[in-house]
């Protein structure tokens, strides 16, 4: 496919458990991000990646929260004892370069509910 | 504090009808703004971005204008269509920095009825 994907859509944790959310971005996209997009709300920055690197980690909300890009392409955010307000969609954005303006092409998200 | 601020926040508009939505921002230092277009369950898509400079950008039935000395910005929809109906974001960038120093608004319900 030519768009961003994310796997998987949704996910239903209790409240302790880890879990790990996948986004495969556009093939050649330099720049990856994450958010987190709460329900009614615009999403919330948390990571960014240039290629590889792990540029800025600023919005990620606690140390339970991480993420990485080994190889820059596949990006994986990891939530660790997951907690009822992590519930929210994951979006994943990816662009081509890392320019000011570039347009952001996003995933369709994945919904996690902690119960 | 940088703030960006959508009106009204829904809108119920008949099938064939033009509609406005407005964005007002206190984002320093501004670098641009981004409009897009969210479907439910979806992912934002882009609809424009425009720079300091620029005043109005058109993407087929949308037309965005920007007002810099008043921080005003406005989506107009020409003849809207079922299709339509989805939340509009306003977004503003910081002169600086890239994608991540973005500052996002709430949105704008719109929902189209035939």
């Known amino acids: 496919g030519a768009g961003v994907s994310q796997s998987p859509r949704y996910k239903v944790a209790k409240r302790g458990q880890d879990v790990a959310l996948r986004c495969d971005p556009i093939s050649g996209h330099v720049s990856l991000f994450w958010y987190q997009q709460a329900l009614g709300q615009g999403p919330e920055f948390l990571t960014y990646?240039?290629?590889?690197?792990?540029?800025?980690k600023s919005g990620l909300p606690s140390d339970r929260f991480f993420a990485e890009r080994p190889e820059g392409s596949v990006s994986t955010l990891k939530i660790q004892r997951t907690q009822q307000e992590d519930s929210a969609v994951y979006l994943c954005?990816?662009?081509?370069?890392?320019?000011?303006?570039?347009?952001?092409?996003f995933g369709p998200g994945t919904r996690l509910t902690v119960l | 504090k940088n703030q960006v601020e959508q009106s009204p926040q829904s809108l119920i508009i008949l099938e064939g009808k033009n509609c406005t939505l407005q964005?007002?921002?206190?984002?320093?230092?501004?670098?641009?703004l981004r409009w897009y277009k969210q479907d439910t369950g979806r992912g934002p898509v882009s609809l424009t971005i425009m720079t300091f400079s620029e005043n109005t950008k058109s993407n087929g039935r949308y037309t965005a204008t920007l007002d810099a000395d008043t921080k005003q910005s406005s989506l107009h929809i020409t003849a809207s269509q079922l299709s339509d109906s989805a939340s509009y974001i306003c977004v503003v960038g910081t002169r600086g920095g890239n994608n991540r120093k973005l500052i996002w608004g709430l949105g704008t319900s719109l929902a189209v009825n035939p």
């Open positions: 990646f240039q290629n590889e690197a792990q540029l800025d």
């Open positions: 954005a990816s662009s081509p370069i890392v320019a000011g303006t570039d347009t952001q092409y």
């Open positions: 964005c007002n921002y206190t984002v320093s230092p501004f670098s641009n």
